[in-house]
């Protein structure tokens, strides 16, 4: 049983009964229903946690600020966070809200998100067990629902058919990404893109550690955005953000990537990755000192 305060509802998880299907049709839906787990995507993060969300960005605060805007509230009552991870996201919230849920079906990522101490500013923030598709929220019930750096891990027509189902007349729907890596040191940059890259050579010369996984372009998220009918107004807005960081943060950005956490997981080391030379070359640009880290981040905002 979860209690969200204010308007949020008192709802309870029904225990699973035995089901029966009256129909071929709805035995189709349900076994579909239950291929958009994706349980490959949800394990990609896995053991990552603690790295994720020391290295990851926090997004910037403006987003709160626009979102509300839209929501024509000054301070929303529900905000839900689908995808939270580490809770970055939805600890954004604190203090822009009475309430703010944050959806996350990694066992780690949540565990880790409610470990994070916060300020008390008159927010209550709780994380649930639940899926993009399937959040177990009561329908109409959130002002606002984002997706921050998660949307091209969700099947799409599920999860926006449940954005629109769980938000109210009216409500703010936004997925947002950042562009990688942040703009820091062009020698950094062009370090951390063949780092990452690899990746894309080892799903080649490794297919069975990805299998199962996939994804949908972030570059078509608009799109999918408007094509689903769900929202009377859609649009993409730009906004950019700054943090400092330092070498070894810059490293660790590039680990907390879920390919790279994949390809760890699976036994590979940090020498035969090329860590130490990704270290050696940030180190000889960034430094061991903070500096200021440049992001991009784009938005996709849509409303009931």
Known sequence: MLFFGTRCRLFHRQATAPRIFHSAVAMRRFFTTRAMFLPSNIERFGNCAELYDETRPQPPAVICDMLA?????????????????????????????????GVEPNDDMRKKAAAVSVPDCGTQIVYCHGYSHATGLPANCADI?????SLHWMEPESTLAEVARVLRSGGVFAAYDCDWPPLVHPEADEAFRAFVGQEQQFAVTHPELYAGVHSWPKSEHLVRIKESGHFRYVREVLVHHVETGNAERFVGLALSQGGIATLLRSGLSED???????????????????????WSYRIRLAML
């Not at 929303?76 to 009475?98: E, H, I, K």
């Not at 035969?272 to 440049?294: C, H, K, N």
């Open 145 to 149: 629902v984002t997706c921050s750096q």
């Open 69 to 101: 805007q839209l929501a024509a509230m000054a301070k929303p009552a529900f905000v839900v966070d689908m995808g939270s991870g580490s809770g970055l996201s939805t600890r954004l919230w604190n203090g822009c809200a009475d309430c703010v849920v």
């Open 272 to 294: 035969e990755l090329g860590v130490e030379d990704l270290r050696s070359i940030v180190r000889r640009t960034i430094g061991d000192q903070p500096v200021p880290w440049y």
